[in-house]
């Protein structure tokens, strides 16, 4: 066996110790008169992840033929600080499970042979991320990027707006929810940076409307391709902006630091995906995916990864609605403490929402399938396949553009097209619609069932509808959930 003789094995359980890196293969030669045991591996995280097995466990982390492995009792995470050291420095690493022993077998005997051993119990299983949608939710900074003839033009053009964007950070490291033509000049030194205040008049970022994901994207991009340090180090300060709004419970707030005033902005907010965008980010730097594939985050910060997402991932299996005794889905804000529903706007009231539930149900399928993780996700699913919630044979219609025609409804029937609605009751599973307050200025006609009983600037201002679902099942179904 000498060619696993320098491995070193160690026990741990909810931590780790140093371990020697195992830099030779697990397979070798020996004697005519031993059989040598195979042993298998199976991937159960990416470098960042968490993982959990079956009692004690060998789990090895690294890649190619640098690994250390640790005998691991229950819950790890598969990070350079859970090993001890980084045994593959500069390389993607992730950890798999021994799915055999590596000790020598003994030679065959006249002796009845042994009853096979028990395979180990399924650590976590990694879904296949083929058609996952909400990897989509990291595509929009792409527009920003430059559109010119030549990879040195595009890059001088992408850097031109990098300076400028730069100019536009504050000094928590957030940005404000700014179209891309705010980039078109530097910041004046003058001009109000944010339109959002906390106390003390400080300006706030916000992940609201994709900011500051998309300018952190935009930035790792451009110190990609360019190597210019300035850009490494506003990426790096976007994300410790990400990391420190995290609130203890897990969840991410819209706004950092707090805002005044306006109270919604401070719940958890899975409205317009916000939340689940920054997690994906997240994910993708942890598993140092472009363009966060070289240096572009220290050690220190991605070390903080997985925490983070562990907690999101935490805060959201304890915030998910649970309608007489069965888990549903979630609602656009939560209570950061609490956990419960909460409203925003006058006319987005606490309820159980099937538009943002799609990506939050999204990202749960990019974990491990733990127990606890499996049965969210397939609670949340069924709930959308229920014939109580899916309304068959119809569709959401928008009015067209332009259009004055106030008795334009847009819910229209149509054969074989399915729609969910925006909003549903927390209690049943009945869907409504919300026009401003009778005391909001301008005042609007409150809570309602039917679409056209509410005031036509929040019937066609807002979204009340559309085949969500769909955008789940497509991947949901190919996985077997």
């Known amino acids: 066996m000498a060619a696993l003789s320098g491995a070193v ?22 004697p005519t008169n031993v059989a040598l045991a195979t042993t298998t591996w ?18 090895r982390y690294g890649a190619g033929s640098k690994w250390i492995k640790l005998e691991v009792n229950g819950s790890g995470k598969c990070t350079t600080a859970f090993f001890g050291s980084d045994p593959a420095p500069g390389v993607a690493k992730q950890c798999e499970l021994r799915g055999s022993s590596d000790t020598p077998a003994p030679a065959p005997a006249p002796a009845p042979a042994p009853a096979p051993a028990t395979a180990p119990a399924p650590a976590g299983e990694m879904l296949s991320q083929t058609g996952n949608p909400v990897y989509k939710e990291l595509n929009g900074y792409t527009e920003w990027l430059s559109g010119a003839s030549g990879d040195a033009a595009k890059l001088a053009a992408d850097k031109v707006r990098a300076d400028r964007m730069i100019t536009w950070q504050m000094p928590h490291g957030g ?11 530097a910041w004046d030194g003058k001009a109000e940076r944010s339109g959002w205040k906390g106390a003390g008049g400080v300006e706030l970022g916000t992940i609201d409307n994709d900011a500051t994901v998309t300018e952190l994207l935009f930035l790792s991009d451009v110190y990609r391709r360019s190597g210019v340090a300035k850009y490494r180090d506003a990426a790096r300060k976007a994300l410790d902006f990400l990391l420190t709004m995290q609130y203890s419970s897990g969840g991410w707030p819209q706004v950092y630091p707090a805002r005044t005033g306006t109270i919604y902005s ?17 994910d993708h730097a942890a598993q ?27 805060f959201i299996l304890k915030a998910q609605i649970v309608q007489a005794g069965v888990k549903t889905v979630w609602c656009a804000q939560h209570d950061p403490v609490t956990y419960a529903p909460r409203g925003a706007r006058s006319f987005e009231l606490p309820s159980k929402s099937g538009q943002e539930s799609v990506l939050v149900v999204a990202f749960l399928m990019t974990r491990p399938q733990t127990p606890a993780i499996k049965s969210a996700v397939k609670s949340a699913i069924a709930w959308y ?23 334009f409804n847009q819910i229209v029937s149509k054969a074989g097209s399915t729609m969910w609605y925006r909003f549903y009751d927390l209690d049943a599973d009945v869907g409504f619609f919300s026009g401003r307050l009778p005391t909001d200025n301008p005042p609007g006609a409150g809570k309602r069932y039917n679409l056209m009983d509410i005031e036509a600037e929040r019937r066609y201002g807002y979204q009340w509808g559309g085949n969500y679902g769909e955008r789940l099942f497509a991947y949901s179904d190919k996985v077997g959930y």
């Open 9 to 30: 094995i160690l026990t741990a359980c909810g931590g780790s110790e140093s371990a020697s890196v195992d830099d030779v293969d697990e397979q070798g030669t020996g």
């Open 42 to 59: 199976t991937r159960i995280a990416s470098e960042g992840q968490s993982f959990t097995v079956s009692g004690k466990q060998t789990v």
């Open 175 to 185: 940005f404000y929810k700014n179209a891309v033509k705010v980039y078109d000049t």
């Open 266 to 282: 401070n719940y958890v907010t899975f409205n317009d995906n916000a939340m689940i965008r920054v997690m994906t980010l997240l």
């Open 288 to 314: 140092r995916k472009a363009p966060f594939d070289g240096d572009v985050f220290t050690t220190a910060q991605r070390d903080k990864l997985a925490v983070a997402i562990d907690k999101g991932v935490d």
């Open 385 to 407: 396949k229920s014939p109580a919630v899916k309304v068959e044979d119809t569709a959401y219609v928008s009015r067209p553009s332009g259009s004055k025609d106030d008795k």
